[in-house]
């Protein structure tokens, strides 16, 4: 089975829970969505097909325990399923950040899924699939990013409505230079928000770019 791969790179993780650590990002080609502040444009079209096999032997060059699956979108290739199956089997450590468009209940139990609920001003919360708040494990994590002080009024609003953060850790994180981070750090201390604020480690460390 092939799979089309944008980019296969080592680098250290700059978001969710696993920030800081070494690992090796597979990037599939391909999303159905057009987020308004995406940083990932690039990886719509073009990449390779590879196969499976192939994919695991380079993720195994790096010598690193954890993998994380993105895009893209990589839900929107069915082989991605079996991908995320076959980097468990071999022992990684293995987590998916998807856009939350498309259904995650079929995805192994053993991965870490890393699931983007859309705000108002992202330009895709009609596609969020409200179902997927259902399947969340206590090992996933949800992920508000987040435009504007509106969107962060929406995203408290959504966390309480569906208790999110009683069923795994919640990430709220601004979009790189749209919202000062020490404002948003502010109002999730004056609500006490149950969330963890994040900023993007990896364009801290290098900026905007590919493979990084």
């Known amino acids: 089975m092939k799979l089309k791969i944008h980019e296969i790179f080592y680098s250290l ?19 159905p969505m057009r987020c308004v502040y995406c940083d990932t444009a690039y990886a719509f079209s073009g990449g390779s097909n590879i196969e499976i ?6 993720v195994a060059d ?8 993105t895009g893209g979108e990589p839900l929107a290739q069915k ?25 995650i209940s079929p995805v192994d139990k053993r991965v870490s899924v890393i699931l983007d609920v859309k705000t108002p001003d992202s330009g895709e919360v009609a ?9 969340l494990k206590q090992t996933d994590e949800v992920k508000f ?6 969107d962060y009024v929406w ?30 750090a502010g109002w999730v201390l004056e609500d006490k928000l149950p969330v963890r604020m994040q900023v993007q480690l990896h364009k801290i460390l290098w900026g905007e770019k590919p493979g990084v």
């Not at 596609?127 to 399947?135: G, I």
């Not at 409505?161 to 994180?173: E, G, N, Y």
Request: glycine share 8%.
């Open 145 to 150: 990013v987040l435009c504007s002080r509106a």
């Open 13 to 31: 993780q700059g978001e969710s829970s696993r920030v800081g650590l070494p690992t090796v990002f597979v990037r599939l080609t391909g999303c």
């Open 127 to 135: 596609n969020n699939v409200w179902s997927n708040l259902e399947h």
């Open 53 to 58: 096999s192939d994919i695991l032997a380079k």
């Open 155 to 184: 995203a408290k609003e959504i966390l309480n409505k569906h208790h999110i953060a009683d069923k795994c850790p919640v990430l709220f994180s601004p979009v790189y230079s749209q919202i000062n981070p020490t404002d948003l």
């Open 79 to 103: 082989g991605c399923l079996v991908l995320l199956q076959n980097l468990c089997d071999a022992g990684y450590s293995v987590s998916l950040e998807t856009g939350g468009a498309i259904d």
């Open 62 to 69: 790096y010598g690193t325990k954890y993998v994380t699956v």
